[in-house]
């Protein structure tokens, strides 16, 4: 019996959240387009498992005997129980989410743009991409809700921040440039 679990929750294209179970970040989700699209095509693909696995896969249960005693079948449909739930938590996230265009407002860094950063110690330009919590990171991606992007978040070019980091150290940067990330 194939198991679920890791697929449902980190399939392709599925947000960078540990797991969908894990406790929301506060507010409304915001997204990118990007986001937004890699979102819809884990739903669409969530329901289609449901859809066609699950009914292939519960017919096939039944085959084995009597519903009371038979644990392919009971374990199928509380696995289609999970399935539901979280198909049901991505279409209320969907349905709720600010979707941002991938311009910059006013020359601030938000969500859907590319910020340049120099590293005041040690001199290193790096740039990020800042993101909604439930997309994907890539390489180069840094969540909105991270401590580096809640520090560049609405500064502008020429800015410092401070970021503190999990590890207890501090980082201060300075905005170079803010751009449209173009990937939207």
Known sequence: MQSLGTDIAHGPGWPNAPSFDSPAPRGPAVLTREGERALRATLQRLRHQLSVEFAARLSQARTFGEIAGNDDYLQTLEEEAVLRSRIARLEGLLDSATVVSDSPRAGAAAIGTAVRVEDLASGAVQEHRLIGDYEE???????????????LTMRFPGDEVEVELPNGRSRSLRILAVESCGRG
């Open 137 to 151: 990171l890539r390489a180069d991606d840094v969540s909105a809700s991270s401590p580096v992007g809640r520090a």
